[in-house]
Each structure stands twice: as C-alpha cells, then as structure tokens.
C-alpha cells in the first residue's frame, strides 16, 4: 500500500489527508487540511480547515476550529465551525456549539447550547438551548 499521498505538500479542498484509527489516544493539539477522519480517543484541541469527521469509535474531548464537522460518535466540549455541524444517528455529543447551521439526525443526541450567528451584522446571534435531543421516526403511541 501506497502512502504517498500523506506527503502531499498541497493539498486541495476535500481531499483526504489523514486519519486517526481506534487504538490511538492523542492528548494535545493536531491541525489539518483537507477532509481528516478521527476513530480514536484524543483529548485537546482541533483546527480543521475543510472537513473534520469523529467517527463512531471516536471519543473526543475539547475543542474544535473547524468548517464543516461531522460527528457520528462521542464529543464533548465546543465547536466553532464556519460551515456546519451534523450530529449523525450515532452520535453524542455534549457542550456548546457556534455553527450557522446545526444539523441533528433522527437518533442523534446533542446536550449543550447553540449560538447561530445571523448573516445581518447587526443582529444579534440566535442562542439556543438543547437538551438531550433523540430525534426518532417513531410516533409516539
């Protein structure tokens, strides 16, 4: 297998530039380019400048820069994020959370508060509350 592409001094928009699998634990701080996909456990902060994905054997604790973030396992902390956040079917993830658009999928637990900035500058930020959300497509009896 080929691992040339890690090397890559350029990297463009949406391309994969790395990855973190279950059995690594990191505690510090790790910045990426390109789309990076977390499965393991790390404590500390994250800067992503494209697509950060904590998949569901990721268990992240801290915080997060991003532009988009995907999470389809376990967070806890605050995200910053200039494009969106999607807590997936799988997820939880807990603590506060400044996007333009959160998305939460049928399934998936946020608990925490949103401040939605408004695209009228001299709004001010939407801020709202979420508690232990589980959206499903069951209909209550």
Known sequence: MSWSWIDRKKHEAGEWTGFLERSVRLEGKLEAEGTFRIDAGMKGTIVSRDTLILGEHAFVEGEIDGNIVLIAGRFSGKIRARGRVQVQATAIATGDIRTPCLMIEPGGVF???????????????????????????????
Do not use: H, M, Q
Not at 111 to 132: F, I
């Open 111 to 141: 608990d925490g508060t949103c401040l939605v900035p408004s695209a009228d500058e001299d709004a001010p930020p939407l801020n709202v509350l979420v508690r232990s959300v589980s959206l499903s497509n069951e209909v209550p009896a």
